[in-house]
C-alpha cells in the first residue's frame, strides 16, 4: 500500500499529513498540553539536566522550556544565507547535521 507524507514546517507551527491509498488525507495528532493537537509547535530546547550540558536531551514542541537554550522561530534562520552555524553547550550545529 502507498503511503504519502506531507509536512508543513512553519515558523510558529509545523503540521504533518498522512495519505494512505484510498484513504482521505489525515492530520497527525500530537500530544500537547491540552491533550492532542493536529499541530505542533515549531521549538527546539536543549534541556541543560541535573547532569550539566554534556547530558542535556534536546525537546521539541510545547512542553519546550526550561534550564537551557530555547530555539524559535528556526524556519526564520535557517532561511538567512549568513547563517551557517550555532553552538549549543559544546557541540556545533550545521543546517546539514
Request: aromatic share 12%.
Amino acid at each position: 500500500m502507498a503511503r504519502n507524507v506531507g509536512l508543513d514546517f512553519g515558523t510558529t507551527n509545523s503540521a504533518l499529513a498522512i495519505l494512505d491509498q484510498g484513504a482521505a488525507p489525515q492530520l497527525a495528532g500530537f500530544p500537547g498540553l491540552s491533550g492532542t493537537a493536529p499541530s505542533f509547535r515549531s521549538i527546539l530546547f536543549f534541556d541543560a539536566g541535573e547532569q550539566g550540558p554534556a547530558s542535556g536531551v534536546p525537546i521539541a514542541g510545547a512542553e519546550s522550556g526550561g534550564n537551557g537554550p530555547l530555539l524559535l522561530s528556526l524556519k526564520s534562520f535557517l532561511a538567512d544565507r549568513t547563517f551557517i552555524a550555532t553552538d549549543i553547550f559544546f557541540f556545533k550545529y550545521t543546517p546539514d547535521t
